[in-house]
């Protein structure tokens, strides 16, 4: 059984910086990759970042893109999402997710329970 568990959201200024933790447990098919997306109520899904075996390894949405970087520690099995510069449009819950290995991606297969986001002017 696949859990993924994230952490470390909270409450910043604008301008303030976070860092998302995902713990992956349970068995995952080796063809998935790890992404995080965000969705805010009312508001449409949206790809933040994912980090692929293949290609230039990670991806990020253009609305993040230079303030947000994708990571993880294998040995730990712990996926982060490093969050700079931070917008009140970054407001949101944010999920760990394993993903299709495209861009953006198609498929969102396992996602955990999601963490608040919330910035402030």
């Known amino acids: 059984q696949v859990q993924l568990v994230e952490s470390g959201g909270g409450s910043v200024q604008a301008g303030g910086s976070l860092r998302l933790s995902c713990a992956a447990s349970g068995y995952l098919q080796s063809s998935y990759c790890m992404g995080w997306f965000r969705q805010a109520p009312g508001k449409k899904r949206e790809a933040v970042a994912a980090?692929?075996?293949?290609?230039?390894?990670?991806y990020y949405g253009d609305s993040v893109k230079g303030r947000f970087t994708i990571s993880e520690d294998y040995v730990k099995n712990t996926v982060y999402l490093q969050m700079h510069s931070l917008k009140p449009e970054d407001t949101s819950i944010y999920y760990c997710?394993?993903?299709?290995?495209?861009?953006?991606?198609?498929?969102?297969?396992?996602w955990g329970q999601g963490t608040q986001v919330t910035v402030s002017s």
């Open positions: 997710a394993a993903v299709d290995c495209s861009w953006p991606p198609l498929e969102y297969k396992f």
């Open positions: 980090i692929y075996t293949g290609g230039s390894g990670t």
